[in-house]
């Protein structure tokens, strides 16, 4: 069903979901993209994908309790669902992972596309109008080549990187935004000097995610943000504290600046557990900028910002520091094995309260 993909240079992927309300009836529209430079440094032509237009898609739907449901839609013939129940298991997991380290509920569901490509292509960029868009949380694609399968030692790579770490960042996201605690720089707002926050705190809690599912994935997830060198780079630190969506930074950059802040804010969770510091910050205004965070920062880790990020750096060395010994375990694609696995957060002290 794919096209034949040229050999490419480096791989830049950029997933994004956009969400657009209709009086009658609510719509969404999603779109999922990703983007390859081929050898000459261009872009490579995109598959273009609309699953809502596609014939004879099977439709599963499982329970994710509060009334919440993942649906997946599928081209996928029913002798390669069978470990359909293993990933809505994942997805349960997930749920409870986010809302027992926020102390904070998902509100919605997961509709989640998995459609069969051979080869699956490298670039694609899929769009879908949903008439029922206000049921999810999340709208993701997952793509499924020959022989891999939804679950298990031959799932796809595609699919296990979006469930490790995709879908927890981006419900991460889901969980801020539901009862905002910071002002954003989205849609054309000007810079709040939040991101750092925004974004460390969901790549946090994917991260500790994906340690809890496997180990060794999460730890190849760290190495593709470089946590281990990040904070030694001055450009890194420079753009970090300033870092909004009107200013785009080159995709390796950017790639750091994401570790960067997942480090600063691993240091301010290991002072204030995550739930304590939500709570606080929706206490006192919710509509923080980056120097009220700042400020918190400071007072709850009894640091400088410039000893933070000492800090930071010191735990990213530890993190992909070496092992004496390796263990030979699977892992998903660019993955260096090797050193301690990636520690968990604080456990939250409370979360029957929701704040």
């Known amino acids: ?26 719509a969404r529209v999603f779109t999922q993209s990703a983007r390859v430079l081929g050898a000459d440094g261009r872009e490579i032509p995109a598959v273009e994908i609309d699953p809502e237009s596609l014939d004879g898609l099977t439709e599963l739907t499982f329970d994710l309790g509060a009334g919440r449901r993942l649906r997946l839609r599928t081209d996928l013939p029913a002798d390669r669902l069978a470990g359909a129940d293993a990933l809505a298991a994942r997805v349960r997991r997930c749920y ?30 899929c769009r879908a109008v ?45 969980l801020l935004d539901a009862r905002p605690t910071v002002r954003q720089d ?11 926050f925004v974004e460390g705190v969901c790549e946090s809690l994917a991260k500790a995610f994906a340690a809890r599912e496997d180990p060794e994935a999460a730890r190849g997830l760290l190495a593709l943000r470089g946590v281990e060198r990040v904070m030694s780079r001055p450009t890194v630190r420079g753009r970090l504290l300033g870092w909004h969506a009107g200013a785009p930074l080159s ?3 950017e790639s750091d600046v994401y570790g960067a802040a997942l480090l600063v804010v691993r240091v301010w969770e290991a002072a204030r557990p995550l739930p304590s510091l939500l709570a606080g910050l ?19 880790t009894g640091l400088e910002v ?24 699977r892992s998903l694609p660019h993955t260096k094995t090797g050193g301690p696995p990636w520690g968990e957060p604080p456990a939250p002290q409370s979360v029957g309260a929701r704040p």
Do not use: K, N
């Open 1 to 26: 069903m794919g096209p034949h993909t040229p050999r490419i240079l480096c791989l830049i992927v950029v997933i994004c979901a956009a969400a657009a309300a209709a009086a009658h009836p609510p």
């Open 96 to 125: 409870a992972h986010l809302e027992a380290a926020t102390g904070r509920r998902v509100a919605g569901g997961v509709l989640l596309y998995v459609l069969g490509f051979d080869p699956p292509p490298r670039a694609y960029a």
């Open 130 to 174: 949903l008439d029922d868009g206000a049921a999810w949380s999340q709208v993701r694609l997952a793509l499924i080549g020959p022989g891999e399968t939804l679950s298990g030692p031959r799932v796809s790579p595609h699919l296990d990187e979006l469930l490790l770490d995709t879908l927890p960042h981006e419900l991460g996201h889901h």
């Open 186 to 196: 989205l849609d054309g707002r000007p810079p709040a000097g939040t991101r750092w």
């Open 251 to 253: 995709p390796d950059l």
């Open 282 to 300: 929706a206490a006192t205004g919710g509509d923080h900028d980056g120097g009220a965070l700042l400020g918190m920062l400071r007072e709850d």
């Open 306 to 329: 410039v000893e933070v990020m000492e800090r930071a750096a010191a735990l990213g060395r530890r993190l992909l520091a070496p092992r004496p010994r390796e263990l030979s375990v």
